[in-house]
């Protein structure tokens, strides 16, 4: 199987994770929203699977390219 990473494609601050560790989810669905410059905006499944590994929370400060997530699928 496949793993992809979800990565944060701007520095920000995650507001919300929208997904546990074993989650299923498909291509598109929003799985955490995030903060940059004062607008919130979705993060988004690269790719349909199984969450396996999730590496950042509610209130985290992250950088460009930050990994938030494994999906495996």
Do not use: N, R
């Amino acid at each position: 199987m496949a793993q992809h990473e979800v990565v944060f494609p701007m520095p920000g601050k995650v507001v919300s994770v929208d997904v546990a560790v074993g989650d299923e989810v498909a291509d598109g669905d929003t799985i955490a929203v995030f903060e940059a410059m004062k607008i919130e905006m979705p993060l988004a499944a690269s790719a349909a699977g199984k969450i396996t590994e999730i590496k950042a929370a509610a209130d985290d400060m992250v950088e460009a390219e930050q990994v938030f997530c494994v999906i495996e699928g």
